[in-house]
């Protein structure tokens, strides 16, 4: 995938369930290709279901449990994506 | 189980069903074909959801042509041991998938029948009919939605997939007649409330064509000599070589059960 | 079916008297000793939690390779779909490939919960850098190859897979048990298609021997070399990334696979092959790990041509894509000189 095709995380209420649930994410160019992806590779077809796909880079997190974790920024992006990650330069074996 | 619904002791009616069964499958054959070379991993999944979906309206199809036929031929029997010359689908679809804008424009232009056809289908007096086009008019506007988006990407998109898409009009536009051709069959179908008469569903396909076209950046050719002769038998080259494939193993092994 | 009972504790003791922290600076090693900790509690870690840099590594090496595998092990089985001999054989087929190429999704998404983008992780898989299966280096040469690779390859897939749905890792696990549900549909279907054929006529057997003639040892393969041998494993435990030795693993198959072979009456190719009464197990002849070593490194059947073919849809597939986003580029811009207001497109879509 090149650079403009952005990643959406994806949301699916199976019929009988209550609320949506993060089932996973998809690359897409456009919010109408997201949800046509996210359909086909969560849902396979079925019917009634509701699917929401949101650009990843607009979700906004709260921090890890953990607050002395050494080499994490207060996180405020989901992934680990590089561009989202700084490692101090004198960390060995990264 | 219903009554003959045409003077010709139900003929008109098999040929019907063979036509739409024929068509189904050979479609879905062909967009099977794109497994492991789609151009995404997500597009792999979108092809495959369609060959299955048509797939799923061939099959019943075909059954209830051996059916109403009654000599015993069930839906594999006739998808695997009649030659091309009796089989009954639309050119269009056996041809060949060509590069992914042949294949999505391929796709486009029959959806956008299927569409039509299966809502009509809806209320067939043939209740097999009525009972697969229930499901089947779901599936294609979810076709005609993925297909008609990609035209759209396709011809609105690149200078090279631009071209590459006017090049599958120019190939694909004259197998379009067909869609829209009635002959006896067609007659005695539609005078028995089975199916619409098919020249009836071209307004509606024509507006959806021209919308995606106009979204697309394409012209609608005014070309107006049209390929025909699939519904009766007479097939292009192409269909030989893909029942060559599909019917290789109960050719080659006859009598055997898979 | 054939995965239940196979869910059971954790296998062979680590090495107690290695202490990783001893390599570490204090604050490294305090972390690295709370990250063993939630480990051994059976806590999951998520991706902005913190984590050795190895242990991410290792996982996006390893999560990488499993999703390359799903997506090469289309080509083979994709071989056959055009002449699947029954419409309902075709239609099972399509959908098994599919849910192929889900799988590699649902993995490749895993992994760049990691730091990894799908587009490193394309390019490594068409660049020939990375491994996959071995066992998708191999031909599939008759119809009967649809039934043994569903019955013997997806098999040996589900051993690995069932424990990794509690790996330490949350994505990881998660991606693993929506496999695992979509995979019993896989192998089932392949073992009735044996089925069927040792139930057929004499040259559909023949056709189901030969089959398993040629797949058993390569399917016997995919466990990798014991983990005496192997260079990954003693970490890769103590962090619940790999929660059976590949020893394990290959036994349970065997013990598993021999009798449903029977029950095919098809024989075992290997002449060495015997119930051992006092262990309860069933004792394999010599694996031929030089042939293994061999398909891993690029001689295999198959290898230049599933690269080759993947190669080919990555490249064929470039305009496509690139006219994908050219569109998407237009509309945007349209939108945005016709809505000057508008902060760009809508950032989620929703469908009741």
Redesign the interface.
Same mark, same amino acid.
């Given at each position: 995938?090149?650079?403009?095709?952005p990643?959406w995380e994806v949301f699916v209420r199976s019929r009988n369930g209550l609320a949506h649930k993060h089932?996973?994410?998809?690359?897409?160019?456009?919010?109408?290709?997201?949800?046509?992806?996210a %359909?086909?590779?969560y849902t396979? %077809?079925s019917?009634g279901?509701?699917?929401?796909?949101?650009?990843s880079a607009?979700i906004t997190?709260s921090d890890?449990?953990?607050k002395?974790?050494?080499?994490?920024p207060a996180?405020d992006?989901?992934? %680990?994506?590089?561009t989202f990650?700084d490692i101090p330069a004198d960390?060995k074996?990264? | 189980m219903t009554a003959s619904t045409s003077p010709d002791d139900g003929q008109s009616l098999v040929d019907y069903l063979l036509r739409l069964g024929d068509t189904t499958l050979v479609l879905s054959h062909r967009l099977s074909e794109w497994v492991g070379a789609a151009p995404t991993l997500e597009e792999e999944i979108a092809l495959a959801n369609v060959a299955l979906d048509l797939l799923g309206q061939a099959q019943p199809l075909l059954a209830r042509a051996g059916e109403v036929e009654g000599l015993g031929r069930d839906a594999d029997a006739l998808a695997y041991l009649r030659d091309a010359w009796d089989y009954r689908n639309l050119l269009l679809v056996e041809q060949p998938n060509g590069d992914f804008a042949h294949t999505m424009l391929r796709q486009f232009l029959f959806d956008s029948y299927a569409v039509e056809l299966w809502s009509r289908l809806a209320t067939s007096t043939d209740a097999t009919l009525a009972g697969i086009a229930g499901k089947a008019v779901k599936e294609s506007a979810y076709h005609v939605g993925h297909s008609g988006e990609w035209v759209i990407r396709l011809g609105d998109g690149t200078t090279e997939s631009a071209r590459r898409t006017r090049d599958a009009v120019a190939d694909l536009w004259e197998f379009t007649g067909e869609l829209f051709a009635t002959d006896a069959v067609d007659e005695a179908i539609a005078a028995s409330g089975v199916a619409p008469l098919a020249s009836e569903l071209e307004p509606a396909w024509r507006d959806r064509v021209d919308a995606v076209f106009a979204d697309a950046g394409l012209e609608v050719p005014t070309r107006q000599w049209m390929q025909s002769g699939g519904k009766q038998g007479r097939h292009t080259e192409h269909l030989g070589h893909v029942l060559a494939e599909m019917q290789f193993l109960p050719r080659a092994y006859p009598g055997s059960t898979w | 079916m054939y995965t239940q009972g196979l869910d059971e504790a954790p296998g062979p003791d680590v090495d107690e008297s290695f202490d990783p922290a001893s390599l570490l600076p204090d604050d490294e090693a305090n972390a690295e000793l709370r990250f063993q900790a939630r480990i051994d509690a059976e806590d999951r870690i998520e991706p902005t939690d913190w984590m050795p840099a190895e242990y991410r590594r290792t996982l996006i090496r390893q999560i990488a390779q499993h999703a390359h595998s799903e997506v090469i092990g289309m080509q083979p089985e994709g071989n056959w779909i055009t002449r699947a001999p029954s419409l309902r054989r075709k239609a099972v087929l399509i959908a098994k490939v599919q849910d192929e190429a889900g799988h590699g999704l649902y993995l490749y998404g895993a992994a760049e919960t990691l730091g990894v983008s799908r587009e490193e992780l394309v390019d490594q898989l068409v660049s020939g850098e990375v491994k996959y299966s071995s066992i998708f280096n191999y031909p599939t040469l008759t119809w009967a190859d649809m039934g043994a690779v569903g019955w013997l390859v997806d098999g040996a897939a589900i051993m690995n897979q069932i424990p990794l749905c509690r790996c330490s890792y949350g994505p990881y696990a998660r991606a693993m048990v929506r496999v695992c549900k979509e995979e019993s549909f896989h192998q089932r279907q392949g073992y009735e298609l044996m089925l069927t054929l040792s139930r057929g006529t004499p040259q559909q057997q023949a056709m189901a021997q030969d089959a398993l003639n040629r797949w058993w040892w390569p399917a016997i393969m995919m466990f990798g070399p014991s983990d005496a041998d192997s260079v990954h494993s003693a970490k890769t435990m103590r962090w619940k990334i790999k929660r059976f030795s590949n020893d394990e693993l290959r036994q349970k198959f065997v013990d598993v696979t021999v009798p449903q072979a029977e029950y095919l009456g098809l024989t075992v190719p290997d002449p060495d092959l015997r119930f051992n009464d006092e262990t309860g197990h069933y004792d394999i002849g010599p694996i031929d790990w030089d042939e293994f070593f061999a398909v891993v490194r690029g001689d295999g059947p198959c290898n230049r041509q599933r690269l080759a073919t993947r190669r080919a849809a990555h490249e064929n597939g470039a305009w496509v894509r690139a006219a994908a986003e050219a569109h998407a580029r237009k509309q945007q811009e349209r939108q945005q000189s016709s809505e000057p207001a508008a902060t760009g497109p809508a950032a989620a879509g929703q469908v009741a």
């Open positions: 995938m090149t650079p403009g095709w990643l089932v996973g994410s998809v690359h897409a160019v456009d919010a109408t290709m997201a949800l046509t992806n %359909r086909d590779v396979r %077809r019917e279901t509701s699917i929401w796909v949101v650009p607009a997190a890890p449990a953990d002395d974790a050494l080499f994490d996180g992006k989901i992934y %680990r994506h590089p990650y960390v074996n990264i | - | -």
